[in-house]
């Protein structure tokens, strides 16, 4: 069995910066980074994989956030810096047994989602 928790979500103003936490247990291969605001479709934000360390990013958060794993205490982080309002969204963490995915359905698992508020 797969859980996922994920932390560190909050308010904090355009520009600033926020570090989310995935905490995983079980078994996965590749961790991703979603998010979803009202009204909008789920979207990809970044992935990591537990082996090689390989990281995949979506183009509007390249050069801003930054994806990265702790092996030993199964952890993934994504560090979110010059935040956005646009940025504002429940931002989820999810887990495959594959390496590679940028699609929603191609993942397992979900935590229960972590708001991420950016005011400008």
């Known amino acids: 069995q797969v859980q996922l928790v994920e932390s560190g979500g909050g308010l904090v103003q355009a520009g600033g910066s926020l570090r989310l936490s995935c905490a995983a247990s079980?078994?996965?291969?590749?961790i991703g980074w979603f998010r979803q605001a009202p009204g909008k479709e789920r979207e990809f934000v970044a992935r990591?994989?537990?082996?090689?360390?390989?990281?995949y990013y979506e183009d509007s958060v390249k050069g801003r956030f930054t994806i990265s794993r702790d092996n030993a205490k199964n952890t993934v982080s994504l560090q979110m810096n010059s935040l956005k309002p646009e940025d504002t969204a429940v931002y989820y963490c999810?887990?495959?047994?594959?390496?590679?995915?940028?699609?929603?359905?191609?993942?397992?698992?979900w935590g229960q989602g972590t708001q991420v508020t950016v005011s400008s």
């Open positions: 079980g078994r996965t291969v590749s």
């Open positions: 999810a887990a495959k047994l594959t390496p590679k995915g940028t699609y929603s359905t191609q993942y397992d698992y």
């Open positions: 990591i994989t537990w082996n090689g360390g390989s990281t």
